[in-house]
């Protein structure tokens, strides 16, 4: 016997009428229940033609408003204050010209289209010279020769055009006249870079500019990239033995001793928990009982170099740009024989800040290139720690300080600076370098603390030698 089931049969159908139903829906409207997009917002219950008509016209809105605003902004980039100033009064010359009858205010409205129209033309057309800028040296010193070489090639059977490019050194502005070249030839200039203060020079990139004799218009192409010139402070040569009083590579002998290193101190008995590989086995045989070898402990010499850069610590900004150049001098030279250093400076304290940023910015001593990098964008602080502060930072977080230079100006006196040496660990010899320009060097000990004062970059080369020589 066959079982018809008529109850799923009934069930089936409303299923597939809903089904259609919907589907027609959707054809109609063109939408979907709980759907919430553009679409829905825009024609909301309506549907049909309706539906698409408002959807075709915000769509054409859009279309057009994205046409004249990237018009506008096409007219905007080209046309300067002068252009606008002579559309408007070329516009308001006609409207009143006619108006009244005033023929003088129309020939000057016929003036002012002439211009335009002249600066129209002036902008048809652009130009195919190759045209690239050279940096031959990215990084250079206070009062050595820097500069770019742009470069214009012309690849067509053509002569070129005049034209003039632009090239931004650093807050100025550089103008390159290019002559006429000859077909598939080339044109080459020298732009010098100033390098009377250290800092980074943002150099580029090299702007075409097609304008009018007038100035209405005024196009500006961009033919490179922007390159950096780094100029770094004047440094000295250092000898090795002189960057310090530490002069010994292995390290200098101290009055602490150890159980194991290079200097040998004296043989002792030996004691619970010793080394057995100190034992010296002669002289255990003489006396019969154990003796070991007790050493002098050695240190390599860590330094530290501090720059003062609180404004109130300088008289001048020659007097800054001294002790940046010392300071250079020092790190540089240390990081060259490859021994331990670490190079400070105040960190700045915030204009709005409610505190004092009681802290140091460590500059990088991975090679003297990047120490002289940092060293270039060195600035005067208004807020900014004191020397003696810097020192007890430095003091506090450094291990194994041997010698630390505290370099800094006029202003500060033997005070602030025996202070400042106070703040390092016992044993550390500080150096101050007081930098007043053409000062007469001196050099004075006092207890805990050597103070030298040049007047000129070389006289830190002098005043090393002799703290050496001391």
Known sequence: MTDRRPVSTRSRRPSSTRSRRTSTAYERTGTVAGLTNVRTRLVGDRDGMAADAVVGVVRLWRSVWRLVTRSWDEVSSVVTGLGWTVAVLTLVAFVVGYRFGLREVVVVGFAGAVLVVVAAVALIGRSRLLIRMSLP?????????????????????????????????????????????????????????????????????????????????????????????????????????????????????????????????????????????TIHWKSTAKTGALMVRQFEDTRRSHLVVALGISRTEFADDEEFELAVSAAASLGSRAVRDGREVTVVVSERTPEFAKRPVYAVHELPTITPTRLLDDFATVSLADACLPVAEVARIVGNDTAGISVAFLVVGSTVELPALRLAATRFPIGVEVVAVICEPEAVPRFVRVPGLTVMTIGYLDDLRLALHRSAAA
Do not use: K
């Open 137 to 277: 040296v990215r990084r250079v010193a206070v009062g050595d020769e820097a500069g770019v070489t742009v470069t214009a090639e012309n690849p067509t059977r053509l002569p070129s055009v005049p034209t003039t490019v632009e090239v931004p050194v650093g807050s100025g502005l550089v103008d390159v006249a290019i002559p006429t070249i000859a077909p598939r030839g080339a044109f080459e200039r020298a732009v010098p870079v100033p390098t009377l203060r250290r800092g980074v020079l943002d150099v580029g990139p090299v702007t075409g500019v097609r304008a009018d004799p007038v100035g209405l218009v005024r196009r500006e192409l961009v033919w490179t990239e922007r390159e950096q010139v780094i100029v770094h402070p004047r440094t000295v040569a250092i000898p090795a033995t002189s960057t310090g009083l530490v002069r010994d590579l292995e390290g200098q002998a101290t009055t602490d001793l150890s159980p194991a290193d290079i200097s040998f101190h004296a043989i002792r008995e030996y004691m619970p928990g010793d080394d057995p590989r």
